[in-house]
Each structure stands twice: as structure tokens, then as C-alpha cells.
């Protein structure tokens, strides 16, 4: 990746980190889940409203890295509206992206959180948001999700 695009992306992870969108609970909602990824501490409660197989409401809330709370953030703008289909295919993608098992994997804006494939700590912080998202859909209630 060049630098000048790598400065971008950095700069977007960090506007995101600093003002997570979709950020708050909800009043209403249909499904809450908590997680915790004890590697680096980063912990967030995800709401979300499912209704007709699509995720229609989705915030967080919680305390993290900016790369846990970045990510968090872009994930709860990019499912809003999605099917539940469209949603775990978009995380099985975003998944093999920042594993390194797919760089071309097609993830829209996304990518930019493509860097942290080099850091195999950062990759769950990356995925903790995306993880519950994955455990709320289908239907395991009521754990608290560890990336461990
Ligand atoms: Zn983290």
C-alpha cells in the first residue's frame, strides 16, 4: 500500500475511534450481546433490531482500542439495513481480509482496517465487534462473547 494512502486509512481508523458512529444503546432494540477480547482489554455491548431476516438498528457501546472502537463503529454503519445473509457474508469477507487469508477479499470501505493482517494481536480487536454481531444473528444468546 502506498504511504500517502496508508496515512488516509490511518487517519479514518482514527476519526472512527475518536467519534464512533452508531455509538450508545439504543432505546429499543431486539438483541443485546457483550464482549470482551481480554488480550487488550477492549470491551462493548452491541444492540441491534432484527426483524424480517434484516438487521434494521444496530449501535455499541463500550471502552477500547481505537482499532476495537473504529471497527465497531464502520461494522454498525455498513450491516444497518443489510440482511442477515448479506451481513455474515460481509464478516466472513472482512474475516478472511484481516486474517490474511483473502487480501482481495471485497469489502468496500472496509479495507481500510486491512492493516492490521500484519499484527496478529490487532486482528481481535478488529473482529471483536464483528464476532458478536456473528453470535447475535445466530441466535446465541444471553454469553458474553470472548475472543478467546
Ligand atoms: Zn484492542
Not at 10 to 23: A, K, S, T, Y
Not at 39 to 68: M, N, P, W
Not at 93 to 111: I, M
Request: aromatic share 6%; glycine share 8%; charged share 25%.
Amino acid at each position: 500500500m502506498n504511504p500517502e494512502l496508508r496515512a488516509l486509512y490511518q487517519e479514518m481508523i482514527l476519526d472512527h475511534g475518536r467519534r464512533p458512529r452508531h455509538f450508545g444503546a439504543p432505546e429499543h432494540y431486539t438483541h443485546k450481546m457483550e464482549a470482551f477480547n481480554p488480550l487488550c482489554g477492549d470491551r462493548l455491548t452491541l444492540y441491534a433490531t432484527v426483524q424480517d431476516g434484516a438487521v434494521k438498528d444496530v449501535h455499541f457501546e463500550g471502552k477500547g482500542c481505537a482499532i476495537s472502537v473504529a471497527s465497531a463503529s464502520m461494522m454498525c454503519e455498513e450491516v444497518e439495513g443489510k440482511s442477515c445473509c448479506d451481513a455474515e457474508d460481509l464478516f466472513q469477507r472482512f474475516h478472511k481480509l484481516v486474517t490474511g487469508q483473502d487480501s482481495a477479499a471485497a469489502v468496500g470501505r472496509l479495507e481500510i482496517l486491512a492493516g492490521v493482517k500484519d499484527f496478529p494481536a490487532r486482528v481481535k480487536c478488529a473482529t471483536l465487534a464483528w464476532h458478536t454481531l456473528d453470535h447475535m444473528l445466530k441466535g446465541d444468546a444471553g454469553e458474553t462473547v470472548s475472543t478467546e
